[in-house]
C-alpha cells in the first residue's frame, strides 16, 4: 500500500510576531482547503492511503467530510491515533508514527518550527514543507494540488525518489558537551532567558546567529547573515555572525514589513562536521528556527555543529520531471 502523510499545524502563524510586523495570516480553513488539494492530487496520482496528525482544529477529520460530502473521496484517509498536547511534540509524535508506519513521503504545513519538529520526528522519509507559517525560510509557498503531486510521486518512487531530493543541513546545539537540540535554518542566540511567546523577534537582544543557510530574500534573522554573506542550502559550510555597536552595518528584513540596521561585529564560515563554539557571559536563550528552546547559564560552554544529516527534503519540480519521464501521467 503506498501511502503519505500530512502533518498540518493548526497554530501556525498566529505566534506574537503578528502584532509587531506585517505578516500574511493563513487560517484553518485555508489549511484545511490546502489538504484537500493535497489529498485530491495524491489519490489522482495512484496514492492508496493518507495518514493525519491529529489536531485541536481537527483539520484531517474537516477534509474527511468535505470530501466525503462532495463523493470525491477515493483514498483511504486515516486519522493517527494518540492524545494530542497542543505542542511541537505532537508533530515529533506523528512524524515519528508515520516513519514507523512507512509512509512514503511527509508533507507539512507550518513555518520553520513546524518543519525542524518534524524533522526530529524522521530519518529517512522524504519531507515537504508548505509555508503557512510566519518565518518560512525552510517552507516553500506551493500550490497544494502540486505538493501532492510531489508527495505521491516520491511515494510511488521509493528510495528511488532520493534522487529528486536534497539531504539537507542541520544545527546540533551542545550545551557543556551534551546535545540539547537541533535547527535547520538557525539558532540565534539572544539575552532572553524566558520563553515567554516562544517566538523571537527584538532585534535589540540578539548577540550570535549561526545558520545553515541563509539570503537577505528571506524574513528573519537569518536574512542578518544573509545580508552579510549568502549561503546556499547546496554550500558544504554554514556561517556564523556576532553582533554588537560597531563593525559592518547591513539591512535585513527581520520581520514581515520590517527592515532593521544591525551591526555584524565578526563573521565565520563553518565547514560541515565543524563547530561554532563560545562560551557564555550571561544568561541566555537559543531560538532554534524562531522558537527560544535552549537556556544558557553563565559559563556554560556552546557548540553549535553543522552536518548534512538533515531530512531529505523534496524538490517538487525535479521530483514532477522525473515522475513525468517514467509515465506516470500517462493514462489509457
Given at each position: 500500500m503506498t501511502s503519505i502523510g500530512i502533518i498540518a499545524n493548526p497554530a501556525s502563524g498566529k505566534d506574537i510576531r503578528r502584532l509587531v510586523s506585517y505578516a500574511t495570516t493563513i487560517d484553518n480553513n485555508e489549511k484545511v482547503n490546502i489538504c484537500k488539494r493535497i489529498v485530491l492530487a495524491a489519490q489522482g496520482m495512484g496514492v492508496d492511503e493518507v495518514v493525519f496528525m491529529p489536531d485541536t482544529f481537527m483539520i484531517g477529520c474537516a477534509v474527511l467530510d468535505s470530501l466525503e460530502s462532495d463523493r470525491v473521496l477515493k483514498v483511504k484517509l486515516d486519522l493517527l491515533d494518540f492524545e494530542i498536547e497542543a505542542t511541537l511534540a505532537d508533530t515529533i509524535r506523528a512524524a515519528e508514527m508515520m516513519e514507523e508506519r512507512g509512509v512514503g513521503a511527509l508533507v507539512v504545513l507550518g513555518g520553520d518550527g513546524t518543519s525542524r519538529a518534524a524533522a526530529k520526528g524522521i530519518s529517512s522519509t522524504p519531507l515537504m514543507s508548505i509555508s503557512t507559517g510566519t518565518n518560512n525560510v525552510y517552507p516553500a509557498m506551493m500550490e497544494g494540488t502540486v505538493a501532492g503531486m510531489a508527495a505521491a510521486a516520491a511515494a510511488l518512487m521509493g528510495d528511488a525518489a532520493r534522487e529528486c531530493c536534497v539531504r539537507d543541513k542541520k544545527i546540533s546545539v551542545y550545551v557543556n558537551g551534551v546535545l540539547r537540540d537541533i535547527a535547520l535554518i538557525d539558532?540565534?542566540?539572544?539575552?532572553?532567558?524566558?520563553?515567554?511567546?516562544?517566538?523571537?523577534?527584538?532585534?535589540?537582544?540578539?548577540?550570535?546567529?549561526?545558520?545553515?543557510?541563509?539570503?537577505?530574500?528571506?524574513?528573519?534573522?537569518?536574512?542578518?547573515?544573509?545580508?552579510?554573506?549568502?549561503?546556499?542550502?547546496?554550500?558544504?559550510?554554514?556561517?556564523?555572525?556576532?553582533?554588537?555597536?560597531?563593525?559592518?552595518?547591513?539591512?535585513?528584513?527581520?520581520?514581515?514589513?520590517?527592515?532593521?540596521?544591525?551591526r555584524v561585529q565578526s563573521a565565520e564560515r563553518i565547514p560541515l562536521g565543524g563547530d561554532y563554539a563560545f562560551t557564555a557571559e550571561d544568561r541566555c536563550m537559543i531560538a532554534l528556527d524562531g522558537e527560544r528552546e535552549v537556556r544558557v547559564q553563565p559559563g556554560d560552554e556552546v557548540r553549535l555543529r553543522i552536518d548534512r544529516d538533515g531530512p531529505w527534503r523534496i524538490l517538487p519540480r525535479k521530483m514532477l520531471s522525473r515522475a513525468a519521464e517514467l509515465g506516470m501521467y500517462n493514462v489509457e
Open positions: 539558532a540565534v542566540v539572544s539575552d532572553d532567558f524566558y520563553a515567554g511567546a516562544k517566538a523571537i523577534w527584538d532585534p535589540e537582544r540578539i548577540r550570535r546567529i549561526a545558520v545553515t543557510r541563509c539570503h537577505p530574500a528571506t524574513i528573519g534573522f537569518s536574512a542578518v547573515a544573509g545580508a552579510y554573506e549568502i549561503v546556499e542550502d547546496t554550500d558544504d559550510f554554514g556561517l556564523a555572525i556576532t553582533l554588537g555597536s560597531s563593525g559592518r552595518g547591513v539591512l535585513a528584513p527581520i520581520a514581515a514589513g520590517v527592515l532593521t540596521p544591525v
